[in-house]
């Protein structure tokens, strides 16, 4: 009876063996493209989340909101994964190949530089691309409204709360992408990626890439009257929402979590399951 799926041991060899060698190894022209394109693509799941979910609540409450809004943000990485794009945050994985000594640490940080950097161009390109659209003036600059109350959350967070959430949330994305390489069918992989991006949404953890364009989104935003007015925020309630609290409030602690919850809590303990314990038999 065939098996529809790899087993845990038998990812964790694809990934070191094959897949993480291969991306580090991948030219830097492919990997700015590709990197462009998955700051698009989680763009785009972030977009539809914010068009979807801006006003579920008064309807249906605000755990139905996230749950709703966490299944569509899925679309992001499925893009990523199905379509074919470099993510960091999924690329985090790549450090189970160094442990196997198969790359160096040097090729680790160095992928992780290229895409990220290209992560961060995908998803300005999207929200500039979202912002002239004008498509935040829908439903009377509510969409809009909505986009600039999760920006300011988001910087308004301390550094241990985006730390954190940037663990939860990298582990589950990290999971998603473990699993879908585990799935031998597209409809597996689309399945394996759903619930646990679902969870990380839903349950409000911060994912690095997606908060590029939720962020600077708002910060876009916060240049136009309609919108603040809209979202009930006083001008001093955003004084965090700029390139400063961007940066410092979000980024640097998100991603600093994001490569604990994907590099640490997937990618090497993983590696001391299944792949260290094979070194050690004579």
Request: aromatic share 12%.
């Amino acid at each position: 009876m065939a098996v529809d799926c790899r087993t845990p041991a038998n990812t964790a060899e694809k990934l070191s063996k094959s897949i993480c060698v291969t991306k580090v190894n991948e030219s830097f022209i492919k990997l700015i493209i590709l990197g462009i394109f998955a700051g698009v693509f989680i763009g785009f799941g972030a977009q539809l989340a914010t068009m979807t979910g801006h006003d579920m609540s008064g309807y249906f409450g605000v755990g139905i909101t996230k749950l709703v809004m966490g299944i569509v943000f899925s679309v992001g990485l499925v893009l990523v994964v199905i379509a074919g794009a470099e993510l960091f945050t999924g690329n985090n994985l790549v450090i189970i190949s160094a442990l196997d000594k198969r790359i160096s640490w040097g090729k680790v940080l160095n992928h992780w530089l290229i895409v990220f950097v290209a992560n961060f161009i995908g998803s300005m390109l999207i929200v500039y691309l979202i912002y002239y659209s004008g498509l935040w003036k829908s439903a009377d600059h509510e969409v809009g409204a909505f986009s600039l109350k999760i920006a300011n959350a988001k910087v308004n967070l301390s550094f241990t709360e985006a730390l954190i959430r940037g663990i939860l949330c990298n582990w589950l994305v990290c999971l998603a992408v473990w699993m879908a390489i585990a799935s031998r069918y597209v409809m597996g992989k689309i399945l394996a990626i759903v619930f646990p991006v679902t969870t990380f949404v839903a349950s409000g953890f911060e994912h690095s890439i997606a908060n590029i364009f939720f962020i600077f989104k708002g910060i876009l935003l916060k240049s136009q009257p309609a919108v603040v007015k809209a979202s009930g925020l006083s001008m001093e309630s955003l004084s965090n929402l700029n390139w400063n609290g961007f940066i410092f409030n979000n980024l640097i602690p998100v991603t600093i979590g994001n490569i604990i919850g994907g590099g640490f809590f997937v990618a090497f303990l993983y590696w001391v399951v299944y792949l260290k314990p094979n070194k050690d038999v004579k």
